[in-house]
């Protein structure tokens, strides 16, 4: 006998892991008499009530998928765009539609944005748990989230490749790496693929500096470096004032675009001038989202979603699963919500870089 009814959606830029979450809470959630709907295209299938029934047989074979089943947007149900109407507040909608389906909880995969909308939801009175994915790592309040361990590889493999053309043509090359406004991924990458140069958000860089490392290498016989960039790096003179907190995340997702030029291209030009070397960049983009998960990503997902079905089956909401060393733990989403995870700068990973020399342009 069906005990309770769920739905889940999938909210903001898709990561690999997703589909193995939803397997996870779908399944689960079978063996404890959950019933459980996916909502299509995020917040917009919850305001439009399009769903799926999540059976055993939309369950199977899609553990190593990427993207997913059930497709995503950045779309908010508080400023939903509706064509010449301009954006409009669709929570009456969701709030309705959730209670046309006798929905228990919704669940919503995704990063910080999406803790926000949720959060949104909840004060309309849903029951609500989101899981953390991003490729971006920077989610408050988890250790980890899903989506970076592959992106993580695949910019660690896109650093490697990069390595011998750049040897073979003597040249600098830039390779720019997502992260949004957090430098967990090019930190990651740059470490693993061993950058010479590695720029993330949270060290502002002296463009000096960054030159000076270069030719250092230059004038040792290594004629080619690697410059591993967050595409939210900022140089001193664009760093925020020093009073504004990076870990409040007030993004919103118009803000998700791209600026006219990366600042990659900008970094090139500056180097070429200040070092006469040939300077090439690189961006991964979207690349670092795509295809199979990793094992590692597969298994948190897996733990995550499962575990987000038996908090559902215990009646715990309000809440984002995350994970602590190796337990899966209910963080409330007050606290997620709103703030943004960065790079601490005592973090053993920027130790152990600038112990092997790397610098960080600072
Ligand atoms: O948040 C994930 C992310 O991939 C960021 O790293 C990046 O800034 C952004 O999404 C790109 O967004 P979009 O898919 O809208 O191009």
Redesign the pocket.
Known sequence: MVKKFVGLLTS????PGLNAAIRGVGKAANSLDIQVIGYLDGFRGLVENRFIRLDSSRLSGILSLGGTILGTS?DKPHQMPAGELGTIDMRPFAVANYKQQHLDCLVCLG???TAKNARRLMKEGLNVITLPK???N?VWGTDVTF?FDT?MAIATEAIDRLHSTAESHHRVIIVEI???NAGW?ALGAGVAGGADVILIPEIPYDIERVAEAVLHRSYAGKRFSIIAMS??AVSREQAPESGDDATTDDTD?AE???PAESVSMVLARRLEELTRLESRVTSL??L??GGAPSPTDRLLATRLGTTCAKFIAEGMYGVMVGIRGETCVPVPLEEVAGRRKVVPLDHPWIEAARLVGTSFGD
């Open positions: 903001g830029g898709d990561c950045r990063g910080g944005g991003t490729i971006d920077d989506g992106a997502m992260g949004h991924l595409e939210g997702a998700y675009h791209s983009g979207h670092q989202r």
